[in-house]
């Protein structure tokens, strides 16, 4: 017994079982603030927009009967596709996925690696030594080395004219 707990301590406190913990947590508030967000200010413009139309009102009832909105028809024990709380719930889905995409996308541009340090040294082919990119001749061993040319063409470098 003592064992498990020690086992069940061990994977509460794993970094990926916190950091899932506050990731629900987090969740679930936002979940919240999206919900105020479509259902409190975006809803409601679309309403004004197209007209006054409520959507969460919209309805298709099976019995072929009309109903002034989803709650009388539901009050009514009618079968109705309520269309309108889906199209809500779409909006709502993918405003959610667009704010947590900026959010990870924010995340990411901070987290992004650092550049490559330049290149100052290269390894002289014949004693191996680190000397400067732009040498031409080894400090070390006095061997004259290739360098590039325009085409890319190793050429033996020429010492300086006089």
Known sequence: MKKM?????TFIMRGNVMDMAVGVIVGSAFTGIVN???GDIIMPVITLI??????????LPLDGNTYPSLQAARDAA?????????????????LTAFVIFLMVKG????????PAPQVTTKICPYCKSEI?????????????LLT???????????????
């Open 50 to 59: 197209t007209g006054k139309i409520n959507f969460t009102d919209l309805m």
């Open 5 to 9: 707990l020690s086992e069940f301590k």
């Open 148 to 162: 590039e040319t325009v085409e890319g063409h190793a050429s033996e470098s020429t010492p300086l004219s006089e």
């Open 36 to 38: 105020s967000l479509v």
């Open 107 to 114: 995340i990411n541009r901070l987290h992004r690696p650092a």
């Open 132 to 144: 400067h990119k732009d040498a031409v001749k080894c400090p070390h061993c006095a061997s004259e």
């Open 78 to 94: 009618a079968p109705v596709l309520a269309y309108g709380n889906f199209i809500q719930l779409v909006i709502q889905f993918l």
